[in-house]
T-cell receptor, first 112, second 113 residues
Framework: SQTIHQWPATLVQPVGSPLSLECTVE??????LYWYRQAAGRGLQLLFYSVGIGQISSEVPQNLSASRPQDRQFILSSKKLLLSDSGFYLC???????????FGPGTRLLVL | AQKITQTQPGMFVQEKEAVTLDCTYDTSDPSYGLFWYKQPSSGEMIFLIYQGSYDQQNATEGRYSLNFQKARKSANLVISASQLGDSAMYFCAIDFGNEKLTFGTGTRLTIIP
């Protein structure tokens, strides 16, 4: 069966520091991968999605970036964090772009 | 514009009763997919049920069913015989044919013993 992992689970970072969140999927090949952010008490906002290695589509212009160095690895990065980057970051995968997305456990990021 | 509305920010339901969570949407596209997710306090988004816009029958998955009314652009989630473990945030999400999921703002469901 397929599983999706995210780490770290929680992170507290100062403003201006860099960020790297990692997401990996097991049990499937060539998944579509997604990064979402959820502000406190709000719905999910799609940040990036990827249909293959090195292929990244950005949904919202911001100081975040994403990379897919391997088939089942998706990384969310920032060179300098802002206070507004605080939130709950969720990674998801699907077998195809129109199919059900399955989510990882998420990373809670607090920027101080 | 494609939009999802969940009008109930919070609901309180007695254990063992049925509960209906509302979801309405606006789109001019004839083809789309409807999803419901559950988010417990741990934060993980758990897929519950899917309905395609051309599906003739309403989807069911165990205690979950989707009351799909295409003409009304409504896709309500029905949970039968609610349990304490059903307490969570519930999100309606739609793939409007652009291969991305758009999420509603969610409904916080609390089951009262």
């Amino acid at each position: 069966s397929q599983t999706i992992h995210q780490w770290p689970a929680t992170l507290v970072q100062p403003v201006g520091s860099p960020l790297s969140l990692e997401c990996t999927v097991e049990g499937t090949s060539n998944p579509n991968l997604y990064w979402y952010r959820q502000a406190a008490g709000r719905g999910l906002q799609l940040l990036f999605y990827s249909v293959g290695i090195g292929q990244i589509s950005s949904e919202v212009p911001q100081n975040l970036s994403a990379s897919r160095p391997q088939d089942r690895q998706f990384i969310l990065s920032s060179k300098k964090l802002l206070l507004s980057d605080s939130g709950f970051y969720l990674c998801a995968w699907s077998g195809d772009l129109a199919e059900t997305q399955y989510f990882g456990p998420g990373t809670r990021l607090l920027v101080l | 514009a494609q939009k999802i509305t969940q009008t109930q920010p919070g609901m309180f339901v007695q254990e063992k009763e049925a509960v209906t969570l509302d979801c309405t949407y606006d789109t001019s596209d004839p083809s789309y997919g409807l999803f419901w997710y559950k988010q417990p306090s741990s934060g993980e988004m758990i897929f519950l049920i899917y309905q395609g816009s051309y599906d003739q029958q309403n989807a069911t998955e165990g205690r979950y069913s989707l009351n799909f009314q295409k003409a009304r652009k409504s896709a309500n989630l029905v949970i039968s015989a609610s349990q304490l473990g059903d307490s969570a945030m519930y999100f309606c999400a739609i793939d409007f044919g652009n291969e991305k999921l758009t999420f509603g703002t969610g409904t916080r469901l609390t089951i009262i013993p």
